[in-house]
DNA sequence: CCGATACTTGACTAATTTGTCATATTTCGA
DNA sequence: TCGAAATATGACAAATTAGTCAAGTATCGG
């Protein structure tokens, strides 16, 4: 279980964004790049991601650069993981089994799915609630923030299907 | 964030062993494979992932084949899905930056690594509680037991640093 | 002691993910 | 209008992960 490398450059990224006062202010990709120690043309890539994603806008020439598409309030740590590689538990894996037999025996009686599904929605109620905002206080604040979203309630209600 | 498919099988691969009544009786490596409609290579690879982390003995020569180590009720998810491949919520990552330097300037303050922190123990706080003779129920005990486990408490006590 | 069965090992190939390069397009300002 | 500064794009190269192959070692039964 790992977070990909897009997922987790990304959202140093946009933190970059969302910590710029005001946040609907702009930053060039050489500045972002710069900050996070990473080349520019690979803070280019991931910038594009997110801006299909529909997380940031970009301004094109002179000048240019990129900018939060909405305030940081708005956007969740979930959202931001979710269009920067999809969050996939196994759900999907009973499609792709090597070799032999394409399909999936597990189907009617699987002992893992559930374990995969409940997961998935424990950590999406945690992802969810954090926004831009929360992480980019100070890191001390970070942590407080944090622990005080865990301790609200366990898992409300399964209201969203997964992390997409 | 996902799992590998070396923890998605392997996990799959232990949970047949664990099914096993009595738990303590052997399997061969073609009979697994048959199950989870594996190459019988692929899973003769993952149960030696599996004996190297303890989790599993193999019994060589004829009528050998592979069994638990300990009852299934002493193995944890966690454990199980620790030994398949490490889980590494980008923990490390500031060591390993592309190209230009190779020094992390987050260290100081970091925005994100409070957050891979506490969700790392997040998760390993409901992993840690379910065990293999948990997840060999039929479908439905499983997902009544993995919810059980949810309402116990959100985090108990930051015991374990992580899920290695 | 020989052969069949089953695990062991390391090297190899294939697929996926990471990261780079070259080139094109947009915009501003002199 | 031209050049500099910026994003856009798709093809490419490198690294990692997934999965296979072949040749080995251990054990049992006859």
């Known amino acids: 279980m790992k977070i990909t490398a897009m997922q987790e450059y990304g959202l140093r990224c946009i933190l970059q964004l969302a910590a710029r006062k005001p946040s609907t202010s702009h930053m060039t990709v050489r500045e972002i790049a710069k900050q996070e120690h990473l080349t520019p043309v690979y803070v280019a890539k991931i910038l594009v991601t ?27 740590a979930a959202r931001v993981l979710a269009v920067l590689g999809k969050v996939d538990l196994g759900k999907n894996l009973c499609k792709r089994f090597p070799g032999m037999s394409s399909h999936c025996t597990h189907s009617g009686d699987c002992r893992i799915r559930p374990l995969w599904y409940v997961l998935t929605q424990y950590i999406y109620n945690f992802l969810d609630r954090l926004t831009l905002d929360q992480l980019i206080q100070e890191e001390a604040g970070v942590s407080r923030e944090i622990r005080r979203l865990q301790n609200q309630n366990p898992l409300p209600a399964p209201k969203t299907p997964a992390l997409v």
Chains 1, 2 share one sequence.
Do not use: H, T
């Open 50 to 76: 997110l801006r299909r994603g529909g997380l940031v806008k970009s301004i094109r020439g002179v000048n240019g650069g990129y900018a939060l598409s909405r305030p940081p309030r708005e956007i969740s």
